[in-house]
Structures are given as C-alpha cells and as structure tokens.
C-alpha cells in the first residue's frame, strides 16, 4: 500500500480516538454518581493559602486508581489476567442488571410515566414499536440470552490453557461485585422508608429508663431524671446532672408501661 506509515498512524490514531471516547464516557458516568452521592467532592477547599478544588481532587484520584489498577494487565502475564476479567466483567452480570433496569421501567416505574418523561424532554412519546420492543421484545431476548448462558458456561480458557480455580473464584467475584448493589440498595430504600432502620438503631441503645430500679439506688450516670418522672424545668440542675440529662435524651424513648398510664389517669 502507498505510503503505509501515514495509513498506519491514522489507523492508530482512529483507534485512540475510539478508546479515549468508550473511555470517557463510562468514566464520567461512574464519577457523576458518586459527585452526586458525595457533596463533599464538589466544594473547594482552603490548603496552604490556597483554594484547591476537590472535584479535580477526586477525579484524578479516581484516574490515579484506574492507571494503578491497569499496571497488572501490561507485565507479561498481563494477557491473561486480561482475557479473565474480560470474560466476567462484561458477561452476564450486564445482562442481568439490564433485565432488571427493563423490569423496573416498565413494570414498577410503568412505561406510561416513562413515557412521559420522554416527551417532557424530546416534546412526543414512543410510538407503539417502542412500548412492544420495550415491555416485550427486549424482556424476552435478554431474559433468553441470560438462561442460553448459563446452561452453556464453560470456564473461560487463554491460549489452550485452563485457569486454577482460584482465578475462576476472582473472576466470579468481579462479575458479582456490580450486581450485588442491587439487593443492598433496594434493602437500604426499604429500610429508610419502613422505619425499620431506625427500629434496628434503636435496638441497639438502651432504654431511657434503664438503671436500678429503685431511685435511690440511681446515683453516678443514672442520677437525675428518676424512673417514669418528667423533667423539671424550674430546677437548678448542676452541670454534671445536665450531662446525664442530656445523655438519657440521645437514648430511645421511654416506653409507656402500666404504672405511667395509672399515674396519668
């Protein structure tokens, strides 16, 4: 071919373009959730009389860890640690969490608001193709794709050669790693909005009227407050017993028992 160096540099040069545009793009959307999970990273703070910017901070920390983390794959065993990741990193975990991303689109989202949100931003909603390829088409073909996997695995080879099981172990651990989020997220959200988070916190803290039962006996720690009494703004309370007051108020409420409901009435 005429002039083969130059159709070489920008045959080269295209696949850097490519790479750099994959690259970025997954790049930036891991960044941009965890910016939106942690405020801190976006601020700027004051080192050494001067203003440093924690977003760039942040992301070049994150560009730092994922050179490091490449290092392995350039030595000369490299290729096969890469063959493994690139078995398990892109196989059925995606597949699994894009059936979980269609089921929750359309069936707990419902793709009547989905839709709407669309035409919120494109000005018309998805035509009848989209709703039947959506709720459908696409459910069925990954949801064939996922069982057609799994009932052909076989371990993943390199040249001829088979991976100890301990590199098996690695590579399943790396695929789960992305899919295990999906059930803590969705116990989090569920234990947030049930209350059931705080009933477990609370669980773990003493009652506010714990401590020998006779008041008499409450001295040191459990001075102050007595069992069942309310608090007595008019008192002079000495700083001691206004710590221990405000130690028994971080604690769980007390409970209504009997004897506090007797002594209302």
């Given amino acids: 071919m005429p002039v083969a160096p130059l159709w070489s540099c920008l045959f080269f040069f295209m696949m850097f373009t490519i790479g750099m545009g994959s690259m970025l793009s ?31 901070v942040f992301r070049t920390s994150i560009c730092a860890f994922g050179f490091l983390l490449g290092i392995p794959q350039v030595t000369r065993g490299g290729f096969y640690l890469l063959n493994i990741m690139d078995s398990f990193v892109g196989g059925i975990n995606l597949l699994i969490i894009g059936f979980v991303e269609i089921v929750t689109i359309n069936y707990i989202y419902g793709f009547e608001y989905f839709a709407q949100d669309i035409e919120l931003m494109l000005g018309k909603k998805p035509n009848l193709y989209w709703k039947i390829c959506w709720k459908f088409v696409t459910l069925l073909a990954v949801g064939l794709i996922i069982i057609f996997l799994i009932a052909n695995y076989q371990p993943p080879t390199c040249v001829g050669l088979e991976y100890p099981p301990w590199a098996i172990s690695m590579g399943w651990l790396i695929s789960i790693s992305s899919i295990v989020w999906l059930p803590i997220l969705a116990m989090k959200v569920y234990c947030d909005r049930s209350g059931m988070w705080q009933e477990v916190r609370a669980m773990c803290h003493s009652d506010g009227d714990w401590g020998p ?31 221990v007051i405000e130690d028994l108020k971080r604690r769980a409420p007390i409970p209504t028992t009997s004897r506090s409901r007797a002594g209302d009435v």
């Fill in 26 to 56: 997954q790049l930036e959307t891991v960044i941009a959730a965890l910016l939106d999970e942690l405020p801190l990273f976006r601020t700027t703070k004051k080192v050494f009389n001067r203003n440093i910017s924690m977003n760039i």
């Fill in 213 to 243: 039962a006779q008041e008499e006996d409450r001295l040191g720690r459990y001075a102050g407050p007595g069992f069942d009494k309310d608090f007595n703004d008019g008192d002079e309370i000495l700083v001691e017993e206004e710590e």
